[in-house]
């Protein structure tokens, strides 16, 4: 999810400004053409152990409350106020503008996300892994809900230091790297094949310790870029990669997008291939796979991978 002490060139840091001088201008010409069609609903609450302040203007209200906002400044010339840049975006071009450290997925893999937040934002978003990359997401979700799950303390609090208007939340994962061999044929087992709430999952891969609203809310987009995996100590992502399919599947209806970062890793490769299946991989892009997962809630009998 981050590299603390990665440096980009001066042409990396020019394309990212360029990027999101156009997501501005798409912002506004979006604005002046028409208003934002409906998405998903989003919960309304915050959790009370969040260990951020709220987002900034109400950013991270429900899909449906910014599509009413949107009808109410239908076109620029007769509401100059709408012409106002969104504190997300303002804050994101600031803070991209000024510092040397920029995001580990490169252009080509954050656009794949890009493209897919374009058709369904303001949504739903969640993000496994806190890092130099989440004021890009919440920009690029403006007037939606993005949450980030993180598993280190310290670094939560750094952030919040930089950025206090993310919210993001402290989770534990009690696996290891060098146990995904085991998980892997755990996973196989036929109770890690139904589909329910994590929570009440009696599948070791799912995880049971998040906020309960991370639960109840129907995540639009899943991004999996943490936890840390790159040693066999690390907690690995495997119980993240898996929860999310779960998530994804016992969703009401529709569909969920799914990311997976670092799929050029041992686990991340072999765990989204199973798990989130090859059946429903749509894309790669470099260290980035892309899986679309329907609702198994609206057809009995689906499969877990088709």
Same mark, same amino acid.
């Given at each position: 999810?981050?590299?603390?002490?990665?440096?980009?060139?001066?042409?990396?840091?020019?394309?990212?400004?360029?990027?999101?001088?156009?997501?501005?201008?798409?912002i506004i010409w979006s604005n002046f053409t028409y208003s934002h069609p409906n998405s998903s609903p989003i919960s309304e609450k915050h959790?009370?152990?969040? =260990?951020?302040?709220?987002?900034? $203007?109400?950013?991270?209200s429900?899909?449906?409350?910014?599509?009413?906002?949107?009808? @109410?400044? #239908?076109?620029?010339?007769?509401?100059?106020?709408?012409?106002?840049?969104?504190?997300?975006?303002?804050?994101?071009?600031?803070h991209y503008a000024t510092t040397n450290i920029t995001p580990q997925q490169t252009l080509k893999e954050i656009s794949v996300t890009l493209r897919v937040l374009e058709k369904k934002s303001p949504c739903n978003f969640l993000v496994f892994g806190l890092g130099h990359d989440s004021l890009m997401w919440i920009s690029l979700n403006h007037g939606g809900r993005t949450v980030f799950l993180e598993?280190?303390?310290?670094?939560?609090?750094?952030?919040?230091?930089k950025i206090p208007s993310l919210e993001s939340y402290h989770v534990s994962y009690d =696996?290891?790297?060098?146990?995904? $061999?085991?998980?892997?044929?755990?996973?196989?087992?036929?109770?890690?094949?139904?589909? @329910?709430? #994590?929570r009440f999952s009696k599948c070791q891969l799912a995880l049971k310790g998040f906020p309960s609203d991370v639960y109840d809310i129907e995540w639009d987009l899943i991004m999996v870029d943490a936890p840390t995996g790159y040693h066999d100590e690390a907690p690995g992502r495997m119980t993240a990669i898996y929860t999310a399919g779960?998530?994804?599947?016992?969703?009401?209806?529709?569909?969920?997008?799914?990311?997976v970062h670092d799929v050029d890793r041992v686990v991340e490769d072999k765990f989204s291939k199973a798990f989130l299946c090859e059946g429903y991989l749509t894309e790669q892009e470099g260290r980035l796979r892309h899986f679309i997962i329907p609702s198994h809630r609206t057809r009995l009998g689906r499969p877990f991978c088709p």
């Amino acid at each position: 999810m981050r590299s603390k002490t990665q440096s980009p060139t001066n042409i990396k840091l020019i394309l990212l400004c360029f990027f999101f001088l156009s997501l501005f201008l798409l912002i506004i010409w979006s604005n002046f053409t028409y208003s934002h069609p409906n998405s998903s609903p989003i919960s309304e609450k915050h959790l009370a152990n969040s =260990t951020s302040l709220q987002p900034d $203007d109400q950013e991270q209200s429900s899909c449906s409350s910014s599509s009413s906002s949107s009808s @109410s400044c #239908p076109s620029l010339p007769l509401n100059p106020t709408c012409t106002k840049t969104p504190p997300s975006l303002a804050n994101a071009l600031v803070h991209y503008a000024t510092t040397n450290i920029t995001p580990q997925q490169t252009l080509k893999e954050i656009s794949v996300t890009l493209r897919v937040l374009e058709k369904k934002s303001p949504c739903n978003f969640l993000v496994f892994g806190l890092g130099h990359d989440s004021l890009m997401w919440i920009s690029l979700n403006h007037g939606g809900r993005t949450v980030f799950l993180e598993e280190d303390k310290s670094w939560i609090e750094q952030i919040k230091e930089k950025i206090p208007s993310l919210e993001s939340y402290h989770v534990s994962y009690d =696996t290891k790297v060098h146990q995904a $061999d085991g998980l892997m044929e755990t996973g196989m087992g036929e109770e890690c094949k139904v589909v @329910s709430d #994590p929570r009440f999952s009696k599948c070791q891969l799912a995880l049971k310790g998040f906020p309960s609203d991370v639960y109840d809310i129907e995540w639009d987009l899943i991004m999996v870029d943490a936890p840390t995996g790159y040693h066999d100590e690390a907690p690995g992502r495997m119980t993240a990669i898996y929860t999310a399919g779960l998530m994804a599947r016992n969703r009401e209806s529709g569909e969920t997008d799914v990311f997976v970062h670092d799929v050029d890793r041992v686990v991340e490769d072999k765990f989204s291939k199973a798990f989130l299946c090859e059946g429903y991989l749509t894309e790669q892009e470099g260290r980035l796979r892309h899986f679309i997962i329907p609702s198994h809630r609206t057809r009995l009998g689906r499969p877990f991978c088709p």
